[in-house]
């Protein structure tokens, strides 16, 4: 069992950044060994991924956030973190994280990012 806390989003302007965060409470050591991902989801669409990483740090992106995101994570301390930048008004959305491929059983309740001016 995993309780999944993301924070961080809020109100921006174009141009603007975020850094959000992911913690992940639990006891399960899958967590700590297996690649990661951050998701989002804007209003009448599907859920995607945007960003992933393994447990030795290799990372991959969708092409709309390349250069623009990164993604990290800190297993000691249990926490994901996305570092976003230059953001667009096409980027608002929920954003969530998760296993990847993800465990439909885990979603947290996401943190929102608004971009506009």
């Known amino acids: 069992q995993v309780q999944l806390v993301e924070s961080g989003g809020g109100l921006v302007q174009p141009g603007g950044s975020l850094r959000l965060s992911c913690t992940y409470e639990?006891?399960?050591?899958?967590?700590?060994?297996?690649?990661m991902g951050w998701y989002r989801q804007a209003p009448g669409k599907p859920r995607d991924l945007v960003a992933g990483?393994?447990?030795?740090?290799?990372?991959n992106y969708a092409d709309s956030v390349k250069g623009r995101f990164t993604v990290s994570r800190d297993n000691g301390a249990k926490v994901l973190y996305l570092q976003v930048n230059n953001l667009k008004p096409e980027d608002t959305a929920v954003y969530f994280c998760n296993l990847k491929p993800p465990r439909a059983e885990s979603w947290g309740q996401g943190t929102q990012v608004t971009v506009s001016s």
């Open positions: 639990t006891t399960e050591w899958i967590w700590g060994l297996s690649p």
């Open positions: 990483i393994t447990n030795a740090g290799n990372t």
